[in-house]
């Protein structure tokens, strides 16, 4: 495996507008729905879930996603890499595993809500253009980058096991299967996840890490992920709330290698001035109004700056007004939602 061969399957590194362009999903709308069905407008409402516009947050995540898979490919089929790959497979047969070739590891903190899982889910598509890497000599796939969820009881085999699934589901393979048939411990499975992640894998995201915080097994996790950097060879991204920082700061391993980016609700700025403005021009009530000042700083005062909730207040606002026949999109409405809704 040659790694400069695999580097050449990545796309261009984006910036400036095209990479602004290629971020965001302003969806079509037509002033004629306005005219139509209540069913029809209602339906067409959810249209509103799916606008995002990048802000700051988006266009670092992008780059920090894209050098992290660069540098994972950079290891592959290096010497190191051999010999790592030589120290995993003593792992599975001897349940002995020694760190060779390290790990980029990385953080991505912020309160729920902001649109971290999204600005991620956007930045892989466009790095990875939704498909796998192959090279046909030798014959290798590898997973460009896996998203697996942090179980809610932070169990080191579950999310071992949700590794080797979904690896499974992209590979065309079955180490699942034959994990789960061979009964394979959990020093076992760290092995053997080194191995695929060092084959077969560029950059592995662990979503939803506060898990380990609240967790009595979050300990061991966290144990599990250092060894997993540790022989695995790949970039492995950490994404959490805020809550996660006090994991990161007592785990010293996990503290020394996971610097990355911290992120807060947004200010009553530009930008989410800029956002709100853009979700009213998606209005599905029969009665358009505009915007105010007023109103943005409404939203802001009862959303703390928290996309996802000024997304729902929008979202259910015009449905109380289409619902209730009132068919304006105003402070009244918006006051409705948040009183029933939120």
Known sequence: MNSMDLIKQMPEMLSGQELYEKLADIPAYSEEIRGKSQTERLIELSILYEIYLPSEM????????????????????????VQQAYQNHNAIMRRENRGIIGSDTFSIVGCSGIGKSSAINRAISIITQDKMIE??????????????????????????LEILRKSDELLET???????????????LIGIVSQVALQHIGLLIIDEVQNCVASKSGKGLVAMLTQLINSSGISIGMIGTPETLSLFESAFQLARRSL?????????????????KLLFKYQYVQKKVE???????????????????????????????????YEILDISMLNQAYEKRM
């Open 260 to 276: 990355g980016l911290q992120y807060n609700a947004l200010k009553n700025d530009e930008f989410f001035s800029g956002f709100c």
């Open 58 to 81: 988006s266009i670092e995540i992008y780059s920090k996603l894209y050098l992290a898979l660069l540098r994972s490919l950079q290891k592959k089929g290096t010497n190191v890499a």
């Open 291 to 325: 915007i105010t000042e007023q109103m943005v700083d409404w939203l802001y005062e009862h959303s703390g700056g928290v996309t996802s909730i000024v997304v729902s207040l929008m979202h259910d606002a015009q449905e109380i007004a289409i619902l209730t026949g």
């Open 174 to 188: 079955n180490y699942y299967g034959n994990a789960l048939k061979a009964r394979a411990t959990t020093d076992v």
């Open 135 to 160: 090279l046909h000599n030798p014959s290798t796939r590898i997973i460009p980058a896996l998203i697996v969820q942090c179980p809610w009881d932070a169990s080191v085999k579950s999310l071992l």
